[in-house]
C-alpha cells in the first residue's frame, strides 16, 4: 500500500511552537516551560545514528517520520552556545554549527553524538519556507545518498534543523578548495562520488510521488567519513507534476549556472531539469572548475558553454580535465563520462536520460575497472607529461586556505 502524502504544510508564523504529526507539522500549540521553551518531549528511542536506510538500501518513504523534537536549550548546548568555532558554514539560511549531543547511551566519555546544527538568520528572507520545506521532505525521505535529518527546533522566533554530520563536507569544497588541508579527490572516488549523487536523484524522482530536488550543485552534495555522497538542502525542493502533466510552473530559484535553461526561460519545472543540473556537476567533476568563474577569461566564464565542443573530443577533453588529477584517470571512462555530460546537458528535456538511466551508465563504467593511465616519461628528456595538464590560464585562482576550518567554511551552501 502506498503512501499518502499529506498536503498540508506548516502555515503558522515564527513566534509560535509547533509539532511533527503523522499528517505533517500540524498547528497545535505545546505547553511551554517557564523559560518560554518547548515542553514536548523527543522519541526516547532516538539517537544521532539512528535511521532505517541501513534496512532498506533503495530507501523508503516513511508513513511517520521519526524526528526528534529538541529544545533550544539542548542546542545551544551542544554548539557550546553557538560559538564562533564550530561554525561549518554560512548560507541564505544561516550559519551551521558542529555539535555534540551529550547521551549517556552513546558514549561513556560523555563526548557525545557529532551533530550538524542549522540555525536560522532573523534577517534570513528565506529562511523560513526552506525550514518548512526541508521538515516536509527530508521528514519522511530515506535513502542512503540523502542526508539524514535527525531533528529540529520551532521555540518562538527560533528556528533550527539538526542533520548527521558529514566528516569530509562538500563536494565543492574538494573540488575547488585549495591549501594543504584540501586533498585532491582521486579518479575511482569521483566515480563513486557521482555513482551515490545519482542514485539519491533517482529515487526522488522513481519515488510514488515524484521529487524535484530543483537545486543540484556540488555545494550540495555532502560527504561521509568513506566519500559517500548524500544530497542535503531540500529547501527548494518540489512535488512533481501529475500524471497529466509534464511541469509543474512555478517561480524561478535556485543557483545559477547550474538551473536548467528552460527553466530560467519559462518557469517550467521538469523532472528532468534535476538530470541538466547533474550533467553540470558531470563537467564540473571532470575539469575541477566551478560552473561559472568570471575570473577566467573572456569566453570562458561560462564552463558548460566553454567546455560543451570539447566533450565530444577525446583528444580535446584531455585539453580540459582537472589537472590535480595529474593525467591518472582512464581515458575511455573519461571520454564515456564526457558523453554522458552531453546527453544530460541537451536543450530538450524529454531529450536527456533519466536518472535511473544515468545510474545505470555510470555503474557500468565503474565494473569495467578501467586502470588508470600513468604519466608517461619521455626515456630522451626525462620529462614527465601530464595528461589533462591544463594552462594556467584554465585555473580558477582560488584562494589558499589556511586551515580545516576555512577550508569547511567554503562548504556554506552545502547546508
Not at 533517482?202 to 510514488?208: A, I, Q, R, V
Not at 507534476?241 to 527553466?263: F, I, K
Not at 584517470?329 to 571520454?335: L, N
Not at 569495467?368 to 584554465?394: A, D, M
Request: charged share 20%.
Amino acid at each position: 500500500m502506498g503512501i499518502c502524502w499529506s498536503s498540508r504544510s506548516i502555515n503558522q508564523s515564527p513566534g509560535t511552537t509547533g509539532h511533527f504529526s503523522s499528517a505533517g507539522i500540524s498547528q497545535t500549540t505545546s505547553h511551554t516551560t517557564s523559560s518560554g521553551g518547548s515542553n514536548i518531549s523527543g522519541n526516547s528511542q532516538f539517537s544521532a545514528t539512528s535511521g532505517g536506510e541501513e534496512g532498506y538500501p533503495n530507501g523508503q518513504i516513511l508513513s511517520d517520520p521519526n524526528l526528534r523534537i529538541f529544545t533550544f536549550s539542548e542546542l545551544k548546548a551542544a554548539t557550546r552556545t553557538f560559538r564562533a568555532d564550530t561554525v561549518l558554514g554560512e548560507g541564505g539560511f544561516g550559519k551551521v554549527y558542529k555539535g555534540w549531543l551529550d547521551e549517556k547511551v552513546t558514549s561513556k566519555s560523555g563526548s557525545g553524538s557529532v551533530i550538524a546544527v542549522k540555525k536560522l538568520n532573523s534577517e534570513s528572507m528565506q529562511g523560513f519556507q526552506e525550514w518548512q520545506s526541508e521538515v516536509n521532505f527530508l521528514g519522511r525521505l530515506s535513502h542512503p545518498n540523502l542526508v539524514k535529518l535527525l531533528g529540529y527546533c520551532w521555540e518562538d522566533t527560533e528556528l533550527l534543523l539538526v542533520y548527521e554530520f558529514m566528516q569530509k563536507g562538500s563536494l565543492e569544497n574538494h573540488l575547488f578548495g585549495r591549501g594543504s588541508a584540501v586533498q585532491s579527490l582521486p579518479w575511482d572516488i569521483r566515480l563513486k562520488i557521482l555513482i551515490g549523487a545519482a542514485r539519491g536523484l533517482e529515487f526522488l524522482h522513481t519515488s510514488e510521488k515524484q521529487v524535484i530536488y530543483r537545486d543540484f550543485k556540488a555545494s550540495n552534495i555532502l560527504l561521509d567519513g568513506s566519500y559517500n555522497a548524500k544530497i542535503s538542502d531540500f529547501g527548494l525542493a518540489k512535488m512533481g507534476p501529475s500524471a497529466s502533466q509534464s511541469h509543474v510552473t512555478t517561480r524561478v530559484m535556485g543557483t545559477n549556472g547550474y538551473a536548467a535553461p528552460e527553466y530560467v526561460a519559462t518557469g517550467h519545472l521538469y523532472i528532468k531539469s534535476d538530470v541538466y543540473g547533474f550533467g553540470v556537476v558531470l563537467v564540473e567533476m571532470l575539469t575541477g572548475l566551478r560552473t561559472l568563474d568570471t575570473n577566467r577569461p573572456s569566453g570562458k566564464h561560462n564552463l558548460v558553454e566553454w567546455v560543451k565542443p570539447h566533450l565530444s573530443d577525446r583528444r580535446k577533453l584531455k585539453n580540459i580535465m582537472d589537472s590535480r588529477l595529474e593525467g591518472k584517470y582512464p581515458s575511455r571512462a573519461a571520454v564515456q563520462i564526457a558523453q554522458l555530460a552531453l546527453k544530460c546537458l541537451g536543450p530538450e528535456p524529454k531529450m536527456r536520460p533519466s536518472m535511473k538511466v544515468v545510474v545505470e551508465t555510470l555503474e557500468k563504467i565503474e565494473a569495467v575497472h578501467e586502470r588508470p593511465k600513468e604519466p608517461r616519461i619521455n626515456s630522451t628528456h626525462h620529462t614527465t607529461y601530464r595528461h589533462g595538464e591544463q594552462p594556467l590560464h584554465h585555473r580558477s585562482p582560488l584562494h589558499p586556505r589556511k586551515n580545516e576550518n576555512q577550508a569547511l567554511r567554503h562548504s556554506a551552501q552545502a547546508w
